[in-house]
């Protein structure tokens, strides 16, 4: 998650506080996610980062959840 934060900051020009609003956490915390010092490891925060990202289904059975459904 860290190397995904990272390359939305270099190409996307995403600032730590706007993944930590779209995703659901403090900007803190995205901090150490992205400097190493912390890794995502529950699955629900998982979940939390592929929807509040809009990750393509690929890329959410790529992390182990499943594809994203519209009648949620």
Same mark, same amino acid.
């Given at each position: ?21 779209? =995703? ?24 939390? =980062? ?14 182990? =959840? ?7």
């Amino acid at each position: 998650m860290g190397a995904l934060f990272r390359l939305l900051r270099q190409h996307a020009g995403a600032s730590q506080m706007r993944i930590a609003i779209t =995703i659901g956490v403090t900007t803190n915390r995205v901090s150490l996610i992205m400097n190493g010092r912390s890794a995502v490891t529950a699955l629900a925060t998982f979940e939390r =980062i592929a929807t509040g990202l809009d990750m393509p289904d690929d890329a959410r059975l790529t992390l182990g =959840i499943a594809p994203h459904r519209e009648d949620r």
